[in-house]
């Protein structure tokens, strides 16, 4: 089975420039959810690799981020798609972690998790 990776902002929901705070900030892009239903169908496995610098910013915490997403998730239900495994870098962009796109420990952690 193949593997897609999307990024979040900007490609399934709106991005901001004052970041995604909450999950009432968080609204899909027309037609993203279907979307990726249909990879499903169609027989690929979809995850996320994000980079969420606003936890470092202190602008949200981990606890705000699972609740955004369980509403993508839960929206993304109702149109019969899933998303298999969500990774996201909390870090600035001045903290130098190997996990913020476009460096690429995420990639690798996803790999090693999932066996791809
Ligand atoms: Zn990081």
Same mark, same amino acid.
């Given at each position: 089975? $193949? ?6 902002? !900007?490609?399934? #929901? ?13 609204e899909p892009i027309e037609g993203s959810l279907e979307a990726i239903a249909r990879l #499903? ?15 470092? @910013? !202190? ?6 981020? #699972? @609740?955004?997403? $369980? ?8 149109? !019969? %798609? ?9 870090? %600035?962009?001045?903290? #130098?972690?190997?996990? @913020? ?16």
């Open positions: 089975m $193949s593997l897609i990776i999307l990024d979040r902002d !900007g490609v399934i #929901n709106h991005d901001s420039d004052d970041f995604i705070k909450s999950p009432a900030e968080w #499903n169908y169609a027989g690929y496995r979809v995850v996320i690799i994000t980079n969420q610098s606003g936890i470092a @910013r !202190g602008l949200l915490d981990v606890e705000t981020l #699972n @609740r955004i997403h $369980s509403k993508m998730r839960r929206m993304l239900a109702q149109v !019969g %798609g899933r998303i298999e495994a969500i990774f996201f870098c909390p870090h %600035g962009p001045d903290d #130098n972690c190997d996990c @913020r796109k476009p460096k690429d420990a995420a990639f690798k952690d996803l790999a090693h998790r999932l066996r791809v």
